[in-house]
T-cell receptor, first 115, second 114 residues
């Protein structure tokens, strides 16, 4: 079946430009997560959406970062005025929130390079 | 803050050997732990999980051991194959109101030599 998809797979942008990264979660999953993975590092939590509840934005590193989830499905992560330290792989995951396991299914990620 | 970390950043084994990847965690309130496998260019893939009321769980060729006394988690891979080469992450789930949030370790790179 279809998994989590993300686009674009790679994005190169100039410092100061804005970028939008897209995530299509697995159909029926009510929870959606964004993570950032820097080279050789683990995953850093950014933001969590659950249904119609207010998102947990506690992991966003600065006010240049924002995310939306429209209609409880597709999500967009926006980074304004990109900086070189924003270069990383941005991973999206989705999950059910019942059943107890909360297993998160990850997309392939978007590799962002800020030059 | 709370953290999850790994003892060994890299592990190299011969094909057919058993592999053991270790992880230390610091949040004694965590009630759920997961191991993920991440191949190059892909997102992490769920391998196996374990709840804090268990000390061992087995899957296909993998076993996770949990020692709550010393806050230690390990992943054992039996008869390691070249396809097992990847970065392995342990993750712990937050407790209480943050039980959706996973905290990941930095990962261990497993290389399987043919």
């Amino acid at each position: 079946g279809a998994g989590v998809s993300q686009s674009p797979s790679n994005k190169v942008t100039e410092k100061g430009k804005d970028v939008e990264l897209r995530c299509d979660p697995i159909s029926g999953h009510t929870a959606l997560y964004w993570y950032r993975q820097s080279l050789g590092q683990g995953l850093e939590f950014l933001i969590y959406f659950q249904g119609n509840s207010a998102p947990d934005k506690s992991g966003l590193p600065s006010d240049r970062f924002s995310a939306e989830r429209t209609g409880g499905s597709v999500s967009t992560l926006t980074i304004q005025r990109t900086q070189q330290e924003d270069s990383a792989v941005y991973l999206c995951a989705s999950s059910f929130t019942s059943g107890g396991s909360y297993e998160q299914y990850f997309g392939p990620g978007t590799r962002l390079t800020v030059t | 803050g709370e953290s999850v970390g790994l003892h060994l950043p890299t592990l190299s084994v011969q094909e057919g050997d058993n592999s053991i990847i270790n992880c230390a965690y610091s949040n004694s309130a965590s009630d759920y732990f997961i191991w993920y496998k991440q191949e190059s260019g892909k997102g992490p893939q769920f391998i196996i999980d374990i709840r804090s009321n268990m000390d061992k769980r087995q899957g296909q060729r993998v076993t996770v051991l949990l020692n709550k006394t010393v806050k230690h988690l390990s992943l054992q891979i039996a008869a390691t194959q070249p396809g097992d080469s990847a970065v392995y992450f342990c993750a712990e789930r937050g407790s209480g109101g943050s039980n959706y949030k996973l905290t990941f370790g930095k990962g261990t790179l497993l290389t399987v030599n043919p």
